[in-house]
Structure formats: C-alpha cells, structure tokens
C-alpha cells in the first residue's frame, strides 16, 4: 500500500522565510521544505541525522569527493560549523546516524565494484557546543558473512546503539545485517544478516526512536517498516527540483524529525533540499489495517456463532421430529399389538 506524503506542520517556519517554505510538487501533493542547503561545498550531500546537542541542527556529510569532514546545518540551511574526523578516511561516505549518549556515526560503506576487503564506520560524540572544530573518532571495520556488497543505509538503534547496514542491490531485494553488540577496534567485526526485504536500490535508512519501527528510503519512496523482518508500508516522497550540480535531485538520505514522527529527506546536488515528510499516514494506516482485521475476525467469529446456533436450532428440530416419529411408530406398533 502507497501513502502519499502530507505537509506536517511539526516543524514551524519564520514568516521571514517564505523560500524555505515553498513547496516542491510530485503528483498531486506537496512536502513542506524543512531547510535548503546554502554551502555549495556541499555538492553530494549523501547522509542526513538529527543534533542531539541542538534539535534544530542536523547533521550531513559529502559522498566520496572532498575531506573527512561533517557539517553542522542550521533551520536557515547555513552551515553552522565543521566537524573535521580526526583519525577517519573517506573512500565512499553514504549515510550517518545519531546512537546513544550524543554520538554520530558515518558510515564508510559505499562499494559500487564490489571490492572492498570491509567497510567502516566512524563514530564521534557531538561536542556541546556546535563549533567548527576536530573531534576524536573512533573506527570500526565490518565485513559481510557472504563476501562484498554495496550499501548506502546506516542505521543505529537509539536505544541500544546497535549498528545495521541495508544493502543496496540493482535488482532484487536487498539485505539488512546488524553489527555485533560488542564492537572491536582492534579487528574486522563480522556482520550477521537479519533480514532479506530491504526495497531495491535503497539509498538511506533510520531507526524511530522506540528502536523498533525503522524506515528505508529510495529515490522515490520511504518505506517504514514495524520491527525487523515485518512488511514495510511506502509513503512517497518529494523530488528535488531546484537543485543544482551533479546528480541533482538524486534522492540520497532520510532521518526522523526530532519530533520523532516526521521524515527529513534530503539528496545531492549544490543548494539541495531537505523535506519535512509526514510519516503518520504509513502508522495510521497500520492502526486501521489493525482494525479493519479485528472488526473481520469479530464479524467472522459472529457469523460462525450465528451459524453454530442455526444449525444447532436445527439439529434440535430435526431432534425432536425424530423423536415424535419414533413415538409415533411406536403407537402404531402398540396399536397393531392391541388388534
């Protein structure tokens, strides 16, 4: 089931800021423009998660072109500061998540050819106080059970700090695989698979913040899904058409709002856009479907009650004309006797 993407008004916008306001069509619907992005250094923004140190500050970072750097964007779409990763590489960054106790993750996870020995992620604890600055990160290396693969999804549990990665296949579904609960530095971590439904050329993921319901986006849709391995609903997505550059309006990432029901998506090119995407269509429609299946099974238990008690009142009919035919042959036999 498709829902079509709703304009939320979670995340109030300045009347002074009637650009950042304006609606961008797909079909006949329209998502309400949470921030563009004003830096044209930031050409292939691939990632997206929310501040835990300022809720109105998110997090994005470039593809494979440029340094090791992740930028701090503020409700105007400027960029409030840079955060240099000191001790990580870039070779393919695709997405980024918040985890517990203000930490960020990056993931190093991109392998088009598919030949990359493992793959990375970087993790840095978000300074209080969101300034241009280096910050420590720590590096873990995970290899895939099956061999290579390429991905673009990261996603860490905000309750556990568990770390998954979706696949990213061309054609077919892709794979989700969780990380070990107890990380090494010192060695390569060996991903388990834990589910095999991931949308085909899926781009961006997140976790709610229950640690249950996560979402997975494409070009074109986000798909939430209730927990690990249950079907996803889709919700379709806005398309950026103002932006500039190479790969514009390739949808590329995808958080939850720090009200914890909206989507924020985002894709690449010069002065892209991040939407603010109502999510609660693909929950509500779960609640209902939820109904909807409870009044059919309560209407299927009274049909199978109305029609025990039908062929009950009918078994007992039948009962009882048996029994006074048999009276009756009795008094016939009677009768006969008596003659």
Known sequence: MTFAFGVSPAIAKDSDSDEKSSNSESGDDAALVDRVLQNEDIAEASGLSVSAVDPNVVFTHNDSDGDAVVFAIDEQGDTEATLALDG???????????????????????????????????????PEDIESQVVDATQFDFVYPDGPHN???????????????????????????AA????????????????DNIPELATGGAFFPDGEQFVIRTQESAFIF????????????????????????SGESVTVANNGNDLLVGGEGENSTIFDVDASGADNAEVANAEKSKKNNSDDDADDEKDSKKKKSKDDDDDDKDSKKSKKDDDDDDKDDDE
């Open 88 to 126: 990580a590489d870039i070779i393919d960054w695709e997405d980024m998540a918040a985890g517990p106790d203000n930490t960020q993750n990056v993931g190093d996870i991109g392998d088009n050819d598919l030949e990359r020995d493992f793959v990375s992620v970087y993790q840095f604890t978000e």
């Open 151 to 177: 991905a673009e999804s990261l996603l860490v549990n905000p309750v556990s700090g568990q770390i998954f990665i979706a696949t990213k296949e061309e054609d077919g579904e892709g794979q989700l695989f």
């Open 180 to 195: 070990p609960e107890n990380l090494s530095t010192s060695s390569d971590n060996e991903l388990e698979e834990v589910a």
């Open 226 to 249: 209730p927990e690990i391995g249950a079907d996803p609903e889709e919700i379709a997505l806005p398309q950026d058409e103002e932006a500039k550059g190479k790969d514009a309006g």
